[in-house]
């Protein structure tokens, strides 16, 4: 691999803007699929040797990673027009469900977990929110 910092982000640049010029010359399909995309809009935990921030398009990674996500690809339309759906929190069945497909599946595997307490923390943690609740219970 390479091992100077400056050369590794140049290196992931090169390689997406080539994936992306051969994907556009037809050579083959790709798709660019990305998990938690917000990150590269948020704020860094970086700083410089004056301890202030770092900005996250000061960063060449985040800069080629949003690069990736323009929407000057073929294909973009097809997910136009994009309506946002609202997910209400849940309701007590809907955690107590979800709390039991976490639990088969093994995802929360402390001991408190399956008892009322071990419930209740995680109603407290989550707010019947999904997402966090998720968050708070994911697979790692």
Not at 24 to 49: Q, Y
Not at 63 to 82: Q, V
Not at 97 to 115: F, G, M, V
Not at 118 to 124: H, N, Q, T
């Amino acid at each position: 691999g390479i091992t100077r910092v400056r050369n590794a982000t140049d290196a992931v640049g090169i390689v997406l803007k080539e994936l992306k010029r051969q994907s556009s010359l037809g050579m083959f399909h790709l798709l660019v699929a990305v998990d938690g995309i917000n990150a590269l809009w948020g704020r860094t935990t970086l700083k410089r040797e004056d301890k202030s921030p770092i900005a996250p398009e000061e960063l060449a990674l985040v800069h080629n990673l949003r690069k990736m996500m323009k929407n000057d690809w073929e294909g973009f339309d097809a997910l136009d027009p994009f309506i946002p759906i609202l997910v209400s929190n849940y309701n007590p069945k809907e955690f107590e469900s979800c709390i039991q497909y976490y639990l088969e599946n093994n995802w929360l595997q402390h001991e408190k977990a399956p008892t009322e307490e071990g419930k209740k923390e995680l109603l407290f943690l989550s707010n019947a929110n999904p997402s966090l609740l998720e968050r708070h219970c994911a697979y790692l």
